[in-house]
Every structure is written in C-alpha cells, then in structure tokens.
C-alpha cells in the first residue's frame, strides 16, 4: 500500500506565500515524477508545476517566477514554495506521484498516486 500526505494548506492574503509538502511512504520501489495540480472550484485539475527524478522543472505559465517546485529523494518528498499568491491561486493543491510499485508477489509496476488535497486560498 502506497500513501500520500499533503500539508501546508491555509488562507492567507494576495502577496502572501505558503509552502506546500507532500510526503510519500509504502511500497515504493522508485519515484520518477513528482507534480503539483490545482483545481479551483468548478474546474478541472490543472498541473501546476513539476519535477524529475534529476531535477528538471516544469511550470505552468502562470505561476512562472512565483512558485517553485522542488523535492527531497531521500525523503520521498515534494515541496511547493508559492510567494506573491493571487486570488486566482486558490483552489485545492494536489501532489501526484508517478511510482514504480512494488508488491508482496515480488513484482514491480508503475503506479500514479495522488495526495487527499490541500486547501490554498488567497483573498485580495
């Protein structure tokens, strides 16, 4: 069994900043991807930002120069550091990580685990 729990969620004013964790534990094999999405009430989830085994980001437009995603692979851990939020920030943050498995038959396979979410809103 794989878990995801996800902290840093809370209601903070435009300018602001909030640093979102996500923590992974189970029966992880290896962890490749690491992401953040967003979804804002009466949309679909939308990626945020993320980050590679070795490091590479990836960002959404909007949040280029604002957030930063990063990760600790010793920890099975992902960070979301967000300053200069926005109103348009808000929404619920969700981790997904993108895993190789391992399970009790001695077998491996790649499995995709999302985070319960984590409320983020920004009042102007």
């Known amino acids: 069994q794989v878990q995801l729990v996800e902290s840093g969620g809370a209601s903070v004013q435009a300018g602001g900043s909030l640093r979102l964790s996500c923590a992974a534990s189970?029966?992880?094999?290896?962890?490749?991807?690491m992401s953040w999405y967003r979804q804002a009430p009466g949309k679909q989830r939308d990626l945020v930002a993320a980050?590679?085994?070795?490091?590479?980001?990836d960002y959404a437009d909007s949040v280029k120069g604002r957030f930063t995603i990063s990760r600790d692979n010793a920890k099975n851990a992902v960070y979301l550091q967000m300053n200069s939020l926005k109103p348009e920030d808000t929404g619920v943050y969700y981790c997904?990580?993108?895993?190789?498995?391992?399970?009790?038959?001695?077998?491996?396979?790649?499995?995709?685990?999302w985070g319960q979410g984590t409320q983020v809103t920004v009042s102007s």
């Open positions: 997904k990580v993108a895993a190789t498995r391992r399970w009790n038959s001695g077998s491996y396979s790649p499995e995709d685990y």
């Open positions: 980050i590679t085994t070795d490091g590479t980001t």
């Open positions: 189970g029966s992880i094999f290896s962890i490749n991807v």
